[in-house]
């Protein structure tokens, strides 16, 4: 496991969440040697809770790498919480905007500069009824694309415990957390191609597929087609004002 040399905030960071995770969790952590010791690396987690980027971040720092999370932008404007992420070197994203060119090109330099990126495809906690992956968004295929980065999946179960997407409750109890890291998914047949919509979609489908999988193995269950999360209700005329 390689030894993190962090700054000044990244150490403040640690030393606020790490008693945090400790009260509340209790770890199985599988395969961090597969979370590669150096160089750029695309990680793609499950999103089953809010409170799975602590579980996800403990592991990957655990690994010996320092995450660079990518994540909603209004989230960067609570007080301390904001300023914590900036300094501590994540990347906001305003979606559906010009300023989303912008976080691409902040991930792009990050690789470039041989750090570890964590990117959930599923762009929210997962609308499946038991918890399994969504279809993706594109933004890791075009990232892997743009970069040539492994993309490595990771798993992970059981912060939904203390809080539940599906019921919004936040439960301060200690629980059960375990968290595993797969191969590289193979996207070599993709490589120097033109990312057109086609292309795009199908990698991400790869990559939905390498997660749903992986999170099989530690829920020892069959995983169901990847979920198609509820189209928004269409106004009609009815719905008008």
Not at 199 to 223: C, K, N, S
Request: charged share 25%.
């Amino acid at each position: 496991m390689a030894q993190l040399r962090l700054g000044f905030w990244q150490r403040l960071a640690v030393m606020l969440v790490l008693p945090v995770m400790t009260v509340l969790t209790r770890k199985t952590w599988h395969r961090m040697d597969d979370v590669p010791a150096t160089g750029p690396v695309i990680l793609v987690p499950n999103h089953v809770s809010h409170f799975d980027p602590l579980v996800v971040a403990h592991y990957v720092w655990r690994s010996g790498r320092w995450p660079r999370f990518l994540g909603k932008a209004s989230v960067w404007k609570v007080p301390v919480i904001g300023f914590l992420l900036r300094k501590t070197r994540q990347i906001p994203v305003e979606r559906g905007s010009v300023e989303a060119v912008k976080s691409l090109d902040t991930l792009v330099e990050a690789l470039r500069e041989g750090g570890a990126v964590v990117i959930y495809p599923e762009g929210t906690t997962t609308r499946h009824p038991e918890l399994w992956p969504m279809r993706g968004k594109t933004g890791a295929a075009r990232l892997a694309l743009l970069t040539g980065a492994p993309v490595v999946p990771i798993a992970n179960w059981g912060a939904q415990e203390i809080f539940d997407p599906r019921t919004n409750r936040l439960k301060l109890r200690r629980s059960h957390v375990t968290v595993t890291t797969g191969a590289p998914i193979d996207l070599s047949r993709w490589a120097g191609v033109e990312p057109t919509r086609a292309v795009l979609e199908e990698m991400t489908e790869a990559i939905m597929l390498g997660i749903r999988d992986l999170l099989a193995e530690i829920r020892d269950g069959e995983p169901p087609a990847l979920y198609d999360r509820p189209a928004r209700r269409a106004t009609t005329s009815e719905d008008a004002p």
